[in-house]
């Protein structure tokens, strides 16, 4: 980086590290709720609208897992600051398309760059700082990351509202564009030495990474504790307003309020992070257990929202807790290859969103 003895600039250029976390949330979520105004404006079905969320999330999914080895070779900061600005020339030319084949090949261009400018970053914290600094990062790290689909589809519905569906692509492409900028004047590169392109090499560290134990236990931890973001999102929506009558704003603000719960449980991961691992792990589970056991055994009784809320409230506070806290673990293992890791940890996240997000979205289309 350059002069990264320069107190201000490094924080400057933390700041815009944590500004490029929710940028995968946002490519994903923003444009949601515009989805039906954006097939009747194009003339296309409602499966050719979700097809461009596929192509995004294949892409981005897949890029992650390998963007790692060229990121280590190539560096860290040409690469992201190039992604970033054709992002936003792939962003406007959806705003302006009216061809949905050309709209799935810049959503694929969309995934790829994104893929690079996230990994990119998450190396970044660990390249730069150590210990329980880096820990803490990490964690708002987290925190962050899990705001940009909170935030995504509120935003995108009144820029949809408001503007049209194309105005939340040319949102993405202003946002891009402004980290730019920033990321121009204040950031360089994190990577000391680059190493050189080996296959051999690379297919060690990749094998190395994956067969160890903590590693991919982590990764299984952080897939268990995101499915339980993902049952609420499938059948949620049914549940509101099929079983209990209600409106689909319900179901909108039902959904804010738990991302909230997720947010809080990140916010509370952080805050013991110098305490033992496994024992703070272990009595958010048992506490997470219980509170499961309960809603099972309470709902037959009271089948109301609020104690539905109540229980998955609590229920998601403590799978953000989970999450934070491996995801920090998960990233602190292997700091000389940390793209690579990173990578294997943003794939594995993408590729179980990847499953289950066509279901939710036919889940909400049944719901409204």
């Not at 461009?52 to 600051?81: E, H, V």
């Given at each position: 980086?350059?002069?990264?003895?320069?107190?201000?600039?490094?924080?400057?250029?933390?700041?815009?590290?944590?500004?490029?976390?929710?940028?995968?949330?946002?490519?994903?979520?923003?444009?949601?709720?515009?989805?039906?105004?954006?097939?009747?404006?194009?003339?296309?079905?409602?499966?050719?609208?979700?097809?461009?969320?596929?192509?995004?999330?294949?892409?981005?999914?897949?890029?992650?897992?390998?963007?790692?080895?060229?990121?280590?070779?190539?560096?860290?900061?040409?690469?992201?600051?190039?992604?970033?600005?054709?992002?936003?020339?792939?962003?406007?030319?959806?705003?302006?398309?009216?061809?949905?084949?050309?709209?799935?090949?810049?959503?694929?261009?969309?995934?790829?760059?994104?893929?690079?400018?996230?990994?990119?970053?998450?190396?970044?914290?660990?390249?730069?700082?150590?210990?329980?600094?880096?820990?803490?990062?990490?964690?708002?790290?987290?925190?962050?990351?899990?705001?940009?689909?909170?935030?995504?589809?509120?935003?995108?519905?009144?820029?949809?509202?408001?503007?049209?569906?194309?105005?939340?692509?040319?949102?993405?492409?202003?946002?891009?564009?402004?980290?730019?900028?920033?990321?121009?004047?204040?950031?360089?590169?994190?990577?000391?030495?680059?190493?050189?392109?080996?296959?051999?090499?690379?297919?060690?560290?990749?094998?190395?990474?994956?067969?160890?134990?903590?590693?991919?236990?982590?990764?299984?931890?952080?897939?268990?504790?995101?499915?339980?973001?993902?049952?609420?999102?499938?059948?949620?929506?049914?549940?509101?307003?099929?079983?209990?009558?209600?409106?689909?704003?319900?179901?909108?603000?039902?959904?804010?309020?738990?991302?909230?719960?997720?947010?809080?449980?990140?916010?509370?991961?952080?805050?013991?992070?110098?305490?033992?691992?496994?024992?703070?792990?272990?009595?958010?589970?048992?506490?997470?257990?219980?509170?499961?056991?309960?809603?099972?055994?309470?709902?037959?009784?009271?089948?109301?929202?609020?104690?539905?809320?109540?229980?998955?409230?609590?229920?998601?506070?403590?799978?953000?807790?989970?999450?934070?806290?491996?995801?920090?673990?998960?990233?602190?293992?292997?700091p000389k290859n940390a793209d690579i890791s990173g990578g294997l940890v943003g794939g594995y996240y993408v590729q179980i969103r990847k499953q289950a997000l066509p279901l939710v979205l036919i889940e909400l289309r049944k719901a409204r």
């Amino acid at each position: 980086m350059k002069n990264i003895s320069n107190e201000r600039r490094q924080r400057i250029s933390t700041i815009v590290a944590f500004a490029i976390v929710p940028m995968s949330g946002f490519a994903t979520d923003i444009y949601i709720p515009a989805m039906p105004s954006m097939g009747s404006e194009l003339k296309i079905t409602s499966l050719q609208v979700q097809l461009t969320l596929t192509a995004f999330l294949i892409s981005y999914g897949t890029a992650q897992l390998f963007i790692g080895a060229f990121l280590d070779t190539f560096g860290r900061y040409k690469p992201g600051l190039t992604a970033l600005f054709v992002f936003t020339i792939a962003s406007i030319t959806i705003a302006n398309a009216d061809n949905i084949y050309l709209i799935y090949l810049m959503r694929i261009i969309h995934g790829l760059t994104v893929a690079t400018i996230v990994v990119a970053k998450r190396a970044y914290f660990v390249a730069v700082y150590k210990g329980e600094q880096l820990k803490s990062y990490l964690s708002i790290f987290t925190i962050i990351w899990s705001v940009g689909p909170i935030v995504a589809p509120f935003i995108g519905g009144y820029l949809q509202t408001a503007f049209g569906w194309h105005s939340n692509f040319y949102f993405l492409a202003g946002m891009a564009g402004v980290i730019g900028i920033l990321e121009a004047l204040f950031t360089g590169e994190t990577l000391a030495k680059p190493a050189a392109f080996n296959v051999r090499r690379i297919a060690a560290t990749y094998y190395e990474v994956i067969t160890t134990l903590r590693f991919i236990l982590g990764l299984v931890i952080l897939g268990l504790a995101y499915s339980m973001v993902m049952i609420y999102n499938l059948t949620g929506p049914f549940i509101i307003e099929h079983k209990l009558g209600l409106s689909p704003v319900v179901i909108d603000y039902c959904s804010l309020f738990l991302g909230f719960a997720w947010t809080i449980g990140g916010l509370i991961g952080k805050a013991p992070v110098e305490k033992p691992f496994f024992s703070k792990l272990l009595l958010n589970l048992l506490l997470q257990l219980l509170f499961a056991i309960a809603m099972v055994l309470s709902i037959g009784y009271f089948g109301s929202l609020f104690t539905i809320l109540f229980f998955a409230f609590i229920i998601h506070v403590a799978a953000g807790f989970t999450y934070n806290n491996y995801f920090t673990f998960n990233m602190t293992l292997f700091p000389k290859n940390a793209d690579i890791s990173g990578g294997l940890v943003g794939g594995y996240y993408v590729q179980i969103r990847k499953q289950a997000l066509p279901l939710v979205l036919i889940e909400l289309r049944k719901a409204r």
